[in-house]
C-alpha cells in the first residue's frame, strides 16, 4: 500500500529544522496576527540538535488579550491575509467580537487541498499546556473556514504511560461540515518522538499514529487549507498563575513533510 502511495504522491513541503534558523520562505513565526499583532503574538522559538523548539516563556505575554484573555501562544503558520482594521475579515475568526487589529498583507506559503501530512515531534506540556498541528482554510469565500486537527494533545491527559490524541474536523463558518472530534487514548509517552500524520483525500480523512490507524472522518474540506503548528497555555486550566509554573513548556519537532497527489502536487 505504501508502494502504492509513493508512486501516486510526490513530497511537495516540507522542513527538516537542520539549519538553526526559521525559514522565513515556509513559515510565518506568529499566530493569526490580524486579530492581535505580529509583535504581540510572535512564537519564542529556538533550535538544538536539528531540532526546532516552540516554547512557553515565564515573561511571555498573552497574545491576544482583547479577544482571548491570557492564553499564550507559539505557533508558526503558513499563510495570513486579512481585510483593514476594524473589519471582520480574517482567517480563523476565533471570536465573534473580533476585529482586525493589525491588517496583513495576503501572504500565501503552504495552503494544499488534499495530501498526506505529518509531523514528527515530541512535548513537554504540564496541566494547562497543549500542542497541534492543524489546518485552517485560507477562507477566500467566508464558508471555506474549516478545520482539519491532525493531533492536538493536552498536558491533562498525558502521563508516561499513556496519551490521549485529540483529532478531526470542526467546521466553524463552513455549512458542509459538521463537527467530528474525536479522541485516541495511546500506550505512548509525548515527551518521546513520535510521528503523526493525516491522509485527506476527497472522501474523508484517515488519522495515525506511529503508522498506526486511530480513526477516520468521513467527511472532506475541498478547499486550500494552511498550516498551524504551535504549542498554548491557557491560565484557568493551571489551576495557578503561569508565573508560577516554571516547568519546561515545549513542542519539540524533527520534521514536518506534505505529500500532494501527484496531479496537483503544487502548492
Request: proline share 9%.
Amino acid at each position: 500500500m505504501e508502494t502504492d502511495f509513493a508512486a501516486s504522491h510526490a513530497l511537495a513541503f516540507h522542513d527538516e529544522f537542520a539549519d538553526g534558523a526559521l525559514n522565513l520562505d515556509k513559515w510565518l513565526p506568529c499566530h493569526l496576527p490580524q486579530w492581535s499583532s505580529r509583535v504581540l503574538a510572535a512564537a519564542r522559538h529556538d533550535f538544538a540538535l536539528g531540532h526546532l523548539r516552540l516554547r512557553i516563556d515565564p515573561d511571555q505575554p498573552p497574545w491576544c488579550p482583547e479577544y482571548d484573555g491570557g492564553v499564550r501562544v507559539s505557533s508558526l503558520q503558513t499563510g495570513v491575509q486579512s481585510g483593514p482594521l476594524g473589519s471582520t475579515r480574517g482567517q480563523h475568526r476565533f471570536n465573534p467580537r473580533s476585529v482586525v487589529r493589525e491588517a496583513q498583507q495576503r501572504r500565501i506559503l503552504c495552503a494544499p487541498t488534499f495530501g498526506r501530512f505529518e509531523l514528527r515531534a515530541r512535548a513537554n506540556i504540564p496541566p494547562g499546556t497543549h500542542v497541534a498541528l492543524w489546518m485552517i482554510g485560507i477562507e477566500d469565500e467566508p464558508e471555506q473556514s474549516g478545520e482539519i486537527c491532525v493531533c492536538e494533545i493536552f498536558g491533562r491527559h498525558a502521563t508516561p504511560e499513556s496519551t490521549r490524541v485529540a483529532f478531526g474536523v470542526h467546521p466553524f463558518g463552513d455549512p458542509a461540515l459538521v463537527d467530528d472530534f474525536r479522541e485516541a487514548e495511546l500506550p505512548i509517552d509525548v515527551r518521546e518522538f513520535h510521528l503523526y500524520s493525516a491522509d485527506w483525500t476527497p472522501r474523508g480523512i484517515t488519522f495515525h499514529v506511529d503508522g498506526q490507524q486511530i480513526g477516520h472522518v468521513a467527511q472532506s474540506p475541498a478547499y486550500p487549507m494552511q498550516l498551524m503548528l504551535g504549542i498554548y497555555e491557557r491560565p484557568s486550566e493551571t489551576g495557578s498563575p503561569t508565573q508560577a509554573l516554571p516547568q519546561d513548556k515545549s513542542f519539540v519537532i524533527d520534521h514536518l513533510r506534505v505529500h500532494r497527489p501527484v496531479e496537483s502536487a503544487g502548492l
